[in-house]
């Protein structure tokens, strides 16, 4: 991957970070996003990065919720919402 295209994906998984942090700040107060790097198989291979939210005890009340930089579609408060629902099961 050239270094051009190297830092727009950075760029666009910085935006999607901060995105998810905000909306989950807002969806479950006293809540934080913590990220996950890419450590499973299916991570590497997808490129894909991850999420857990964490309350202010510093309990995780999600499972690891694995999100694709790639997406385009809108990240809002009512994405995390579904997103750590579906993560629980």
Same mark, same amino acid.
């Given at each position: 991957m @050239?270094r +051009? +295209?190297?830092k727009? !994906?950075k760029? &666009? +998984?910085?935006d999607i970070?901060? /995105? &998810? %942090?905000?909306?989950? $700040?807002? $969806?479950?107060p006293?809540?934080? !996003?913590v990220?996950?790097? /890419?450590q @499973?198989? %299916?991570?590497? +291979?997808?490129?894909?990065?991850?999420?857990?939210?964490?309350d202010a /005890?510093?309990n995780f #009340? @999600?499972? &690891? &919720? =694995?999100?694709?930089?790639?997406?385009?579609?809108?990240? *809002?408060?009512? =994405?995390?919402?579904a @997103?750590? #629902? /579906?993560? *629980?099961?």
């Open positions: @050239s +051009k +295209k190297q727009r !994906a760029r &666009i +998984k910085d970070r901060r /995105q &998810i %942090a905000s909306h989950v $700040a807002s $969806a479950f006293g809540c934080t !996003a990220f996950v790097g /890419q @499973s198989d %299916a991570a590497l +291979k997808g490129r894909t990065f991850g999420f857990r939210v964490r /005890q510093g #009340r @999600s499972n &690891i &919720i =694995w999100t694709d930089p790639e997406y385009e579609g809108e990240i *809002n408060e009512a =994405w995390v919402r @997103s750590v #629902r /579906q993560s *629980n099961g």
